[in-house]
């Protein structure tokens, strides 16, 4: 069996796709707060409801930048399913996020998930490559 049909690599693709759609879904978020509103392009404030939206989508796609490689390195260097479980714990971060997303004690419930599974995501990948390498040697 190759590993790209390991059950845990094809569920992080799964994970992958999940947070592209949630992007999206912020994304198109902001679309429809433009409308809403009257303010195009390129203003960025003027609105609450727009502000709110352009800064659930920053952040997520800040998040994002971060998110994705450490997920996939974490897959391919630390076998098991714990990339995938923290992919999904990202996604319903990134997904209460956008529920509380308020001040910036409100935020907390949704941002501390996304950080979290992202650092833990990084350690596993920096484990991984390094046992990879030593065993390479």
């Known amino acids: 069996m190759s ?7 094809i569920l992080t ?10 992007s999206l879904a912020f994304a198109i978020g902001v679309a429809r707060a433009r409308r809403r509103t009257g303010i195009d392009a390129p203003a960025m404030s003027g609105s609450p409801d727009l502000e709110r939206a352009l800064r659930i ?3 997520t796609v800040e998040q994002f930048v971060i998110f994705l490689p450490s997920l ?12 995938p479980i923290l ?15 308020g001040d910036a ?3 907390f419930p949704g941002f501390a998930p996304t ?5 833990i995501l ?7 490559i390094v046992q990879a390498w030593m065993a390479s040697a």
């Open 3 to 9: 590993m790209l049909a390991a059950p845990a690599i």
């Open 13 to 22: 693709a799964f994970v992958t796709l999940l947070a592209v759609l949630i």
């Open 57 to 59: 989508q920053g952040n």
């Open 72 to 83: 996939w390195l974490a897959a391919l260097y630390f076998p098991g399913w714990w990339a």
């Open 87 to 101: 992919g999904l714990i990202w996604c319903l971060g990134r997904i209460t996020y956008y529920f509380v997303y």
């Open 105 to 107: 004690k409100s935020r």
């Open 115 to 119: 950080v979290f599974s992202t650092i």
């Open 122 to 128: 990084w350690i596993l990948a920096a484990i991984g």
